[in-house]
């Protein structure tokens, strides 16, 4: 029976080359090869041979006149350092006439996995097709696979007879020809191309349809980088954090404080180069919210490697010889309380807390500190790159009964764009020209920053200097919200000696974060900044646009929206270029498929319904990603708002928001969990408010695919 589809198939596309006039008039896949938009993509004959990659190929993408297109040649410079295409692709196929749109479905359009180009993992897996797009004007089919991509993986794309044409005739077979373009750019030649798709014809599943045309391309690799930098960071022997970073009344001393002895912690934050300050005072009271349970506060410095540029591009290496080169060195302050009472005997289990996008160190962390701390957890934190103000920032610490101590606060933000102010972000993401990187290369280097923290908790972390590490180095775990959350996904998937791991209100890709919620503006400063702008709705705020894309499984969408096309697909490079920093391209690395060297890590997955930061589908795809439902927890906003209208519509500060009473109560209960899961080495996952409502563990299917806000 296998022989006899592989013969069928074979067949079917031995008809994609024979001469056009031997056909029957008729709509077909249209293959003009001279431009991307005339031929199905992704496709290999968009790459050339790099035997240094994992994918044994690199893009290639032919340029528009760079004149007239500037951004769009500033992006492809970019996308030709990659070794493959989107592991989440927007995948196009122009057509030569009008089709029925409705007859475009998973059965009649899919992928087949040819296998992983290093192992052949995954070979012969199906997967359908979602998010479909027809447009009338361009006659071009849009959609998305309706799963993540595997790495380093080939995969034949499919479209079928079972397509029919307007009048509700089967669409015909294309016709392939040599392209001498192709020759000319050096890319890969029709015949060999045309051997690829003949051999993949052996693996392809039963159907009641023909093939009309095919496509071939290669996934580009995700997790090499990191992999290889976790490696080079755990056979190094880093120096033990130093906690002489005070200066008091008599000099240098050590940055460690009893929390009864602090009678407060001003924060003088770096916000401009003349240099410029603002100041406030840290949350010292958020420490109360179990009364006593903080000890002690301390602060400290270490030494990680940068592999970052100054235009903050971690530079393309062979992701299959090649080897990450760190750019220099970056010298980072960490905060860490300590429980009260007796440390145990091996030291103090520690969860190392990521902050968010906007916030530093200062703040999510300590809303934490306290409930972790009653389960005897310590909670360890540093800035993420770009955040936390410059670098002249600092703490001063008030002791009721003593002198002052300062502290540098470790700013990691700097004036990025020369307009004298320093932003809450400004670093963390690639300069001009290469923004299409977006914070790709922030997230990772803050992953390479909490990897190396974790080796220096290894090394030993003597708080009081008596020679006696204070932490237990075999109970490291992690905890991070939001922005915290979605670099946490990315570490759990490739640092093996965190225990245990729970992120929070987490979604990807960021180009989805902020496409579907209330960073939108951003996404539409990016559209009308690009040269040409494609900002295409009238809008007196300059920056409105409609890409018309559906959110997953709902109804195709016949495109009217002009402009609409060429935002999705330059929102599709973003992600596909983005997609190493993607925390949906590391879910499956976590329990799933774990990296070489790894095991699978117990986690929960905390999410709000209806959050509008970090919205439900970008949590979801996490989810799915890495067969994560069961689990999520999910904070049920929607019920705790209609108990309660004082609680805020938008619930995505819902582990931290412990200042708001009507929520107060759930951010404690949110907290626990994390706290009881990392006390009991993971092993135990309770409910936070048990039999109640407001909680679901694990979260009732099917996921939420919409967004769910409260209006």
């Not at 693996?203 to 023909?210: E, G, L, Q, V």
């Not at 940068?306 to 235009?311: L, N, P, R, S």
């Not at 009308?528 to 018309?548: C, K």
Request: glycine content about 10%; charged content about 15%.
């Amino acid at each position: 029976m296998r022989a006899h589809r592989a013969g069928a198939l074979a067949s079917a596309i031995a008809l994609l080359f024979i001469p056009l006039s031997s056909l029957a008039d008729g709509v077909s896949v249209k293959l003009d090869f001279s431009d991307p938009a005339g031929s199905v993509f992704p496709s290999d004959r968009y790459t050339v041979r790099d035997w240094s990659h994992n994918t044994f190929r690199r893009v290639a993408l032919p340029k528009p006149d760079c004149t007239v297109r500037v951004s769009d040649c500033q992006d492809i410079d970019v996308i030709n350092t990659l070794d493959g295409f989107s592991t989440q692709p927007r995948i196009t196929v122009p057509f030569t006439a009008d089709i029925d749109p409705a007859t475009v479905n998973s059965g009649t359009v899919f992928l087949v996995n040819l296998g992983d180009t290093l192992s052949l993992q995954g070979f012969g897996h199906k997967v359908g097709i979602n998010q479909i797009v027809w447009d009338p004007a361009t006659k071009t089919l849009a959609f998305e696979s309706d799963e993540l991509l595997q790495q380093h993986s080939r995969y034949l794309l499919v479209v079928t007879d079972g397509v029919r044409d307007a009048a509700g005739k089967r669409i015909k077979p294309a016709r392939w020809d040599d392209d001498e373009d192709d020759r000319r750019l050096g890319r890969r030649g029709n015949d060999e191309y045309l051997r690829d798709i003949r051999d993949a014809s052996r693996i392809h599943p039963a159907s009641a349809h023909k093939i009309v045309a095919a496509s071939l391309f290669t996934t580009q690799s995700i997790s090499a980088d990191l992999h290889k930098i976790m490696r080079s960071i755990k056979q190094s022997t880093p120096a033990p954090v130093d906690f002489m970073v005070g200066q008091g009344a008599s000099g240098t001393v050590r940055a460690v404080f009893p929390v009864a002895g602090i009678s407060g912690i001003q924060f003088k934050r770096q916000v401009g180069t003349a240099p410029t300050f603002t100041t406030a005072f840290l949350p010292t009271p958020a420490l109360q919210v179990v009364p006593g349970a903080v000890g002690q506060i301390a602060y400290g410095k270490f030494t990680s490697p940068d592999y970052e540029t100054a235009g903050k591009i971690i530079p393309a290496t062979g992701t299959r010889s090649g080897q990450p080169v760190p750019q220099g060195s970056n010298e980072l302050r960490f905060q860490l309380f300590l429980p009260s009472g007796a440390k145990p005997a091996g030291g103090w289990p520690v969860a190392i807390f990521g902050h968010g996008f906007t916030d530093s160190m200062y703040g999510a962390p300590w809303t934490v500190a306290s409930v972790f701390a009653s389960r005897g957890i310590a909670t360890l934190s540093i800035n993420v790159v770009g955040h936390g103000g410059g670098a002249l920032g600092e703490l001063t610490v008030l002791r009721a009964a003593d002198t002052p101590v300062v502290v540098n606060a470790g700013g990691r933000g700097f004036d990025q764009d020369g307009n004298g102010t320093i932003e809450s972000t400004e670093g963390v993401s690639a300069a001009a020209p290469r923004t299409v990187a977006g914070n790709r290369d922030g997230l990772r280097q803050t992953v390479v920053d909490i990897m190396q923290l974790v080796r220096e908790v290894q090394v030993g972390v003597d708080v009081d200097g008596d020679g006696v590490a204070d932490l237990d180095a075999s109970r490291i775990y992690y905890a991070g919200q939001s922005f915290g959350g979605i670099y946490g996904t990315m570490l759990l998937g490739v640092e093996p000696d965190i225990q245990a791991g729970v992120p929070n209100v987490a979604g990807g890709s960021i180009t989805e974060v902020a496409r579907l919620g209330v960073f939108r503006p951003l996404t539409g400063i990016a559209l009308a900044t690009r040269t040409p702008s494609l900002i295409n709705v009238a809008d007196p705020s300059g920056i409105a646009f409609n890409e018309n894309v559906p959110l997953r499984n709902q109804a195709v969408v016949v495109n009217s929206v002009p402009g609409a096309m060429e935002i999705a697909k330059v929102l599709d490079r973003y992600e596909w270029v983005q997609q190493s920093g993607n925390p949906v391209s590391y879910a499956a690395f976590i329990r799933k498929h774990p990296l070489p060297g790894a095991a699978a890590k117990p986690v929960i997955f905390q999410f709000a319904k209806g959050d509008q930061t970090v919205p439900n589908p970008t949590t979801t795809a996490i989810l799915r990603a890495g067969d994560l439902a069961d689990r999520a927890t999910i904070f049920r906003n929607d019920l705790a708002y209609a108990a309660n209208p004082a609680t805020p519509k938008n619930p995505h500060t819902f582990l931290t928001n412990i200042g708001v009473a009507a929520v107060a109560p759930y951010s404690v209960a949110a907290q626990t969990q994390i706290a009881v899961f990392f006390a009991t080495n993971g092993a135990m996952t309770i409910d936070p408010d048990g039999a109640g409502p407001i909680f679901e563990t694990p979260v009732g299917l099917p996921l939420p695919e919409t967004l769910n806000f409260i209006p």
